[in-house]
């Protein structure tokens, strides 16, 4: 049964685009998901990288799309976790007698509350060609019982102009070749490949997707199925290796128009809105 995960774009309301301001175009826009597990607390990013800008916080669903954030730095993409630790206490000796009671009562705390500070950790970097605009990518954690979890990010080019609507992207998982019947064609895809096909119905309308694994001499079918297709979306597929052949992965995005978090206006319009006295410079 193949697990199917839907990449369904928050787009806002349609509306006239007159009078919208225009905003500063970013390095890049990128979204994201777990691959398995649960969410990442205290997830996040600085706008223009290396803890430069605004930090925005990220939160990775599991089976689904993100929605889209802007980026401005250079690559790469570093992802962070925010985290609340206390303020390490002063070791030098007062030089003064020690402070007063406070008069606290028998219920009341003899010590005082910690001050508490953010810290910003980073855990994975996205690395990602400057040429690509929009990128989605997939967090894969490492858990361990004797030490911290590990984090590793894998990038995609997920330009509408690179993977386009109607498009499938396969990809596997699997030590061995693959042979593929989807839809109209049939192919190979080597262990650990990758294959980008746009959708060709048969005679009868429909999307058969057929795979089979190399038993000696002859081909095993391990999997057999007829999928829905919808020409507005685009699928990444991901075989997966099992005891008895293969599991499929499916994570189908609708393209539509979306706008990204963390988009800015121009900088000359940031300085405007700080002084609306000042004159541009000749």
């Known amino acids: 049964m193949p697990l199917a995960g839907s990449l369904v774009a928050q787009a806002p309301p349609a509306d006239d685009k007159e009078g919208e301001e225009e905003m500063e175009e970013p390095t890049c826009v990128f979204s994201g998901m777990i691959w398995q597990g649960g969410s990442v607390t205290g997830l ?30 250079d690559p790469p993409l570093t992802l962070y976790r925010e985290v609340e630790v206390e303020e390490e206490e002063d070791k030098k000796i007062p030089k003064g007698p020690p402070p007063a009671d406070k008069g606290e009562g028998k219920d009341g705390d003899p010590e005082e509350e910690k001050e508490k500070k953010i810290i910003y950790v980073p855990i994975a970097n996205c690395n990602f060609q400057a040429e690509w605009k929009e990128i989605f990518f997939f967090l894969f954690v490492t858990v361990s019982e004797d030490r911290d979890p590990t984090y590793q990010a894998y990038p995609i080019n997920f330009s509408t102009t690179y993977f386009p609507a109607g498009t499938f992207w ?6 061995q070749p ?38 000696g001499t002859s081909n095993r079918k391990v999997y057999s199925t007829i999928w829905n297709h919808n020409p507005r979306t685009r699928t990444l ?3 997966l290796p099992k005891p008895n052949g293969v ?24 300085e405007k809105e700080k002084d609306p006295g000042k004159r541009p410079e000749n």
């Not at 800008?53 to 939160?59: C, D, K, N, P, Y």
């Not at 989807?182 to 262990?191: E, I, R, S, T, V």
């Open 237 to 239: 597929v991901f075989f």
């Open 170 to 175: 396969f990809f596997s998982r699997c030590k």
């Open 44 to 73: 996040g990013y600085f706008t223009e990288g290396q803890e430069k800008g605004e930090f925005i916080s990220v939160f990775l669903p599991n089976g689904s799309r993100s929605r889209k954030y802007a980026y401005y730095g």
């Open 247 to 270: 599991s499929v992965r499916r994570i189908v995005d609708v393209v539509q128009e979306e706008e990204a978090l963390g988009l800015r206006p121009p900088k000359e319009d940031e």
């Open 178 to 215: 693959l042979s593929i019947q989807f839809g109209l064609d049939k192919g190979q895809l080597p262990a650990g490949g990758q294959s980008m096909i746009k959708a060709r119905l048969d005679e009868f309308g429909d999307l058969p997707m057929r795979v089979f694994q190399s038993n």
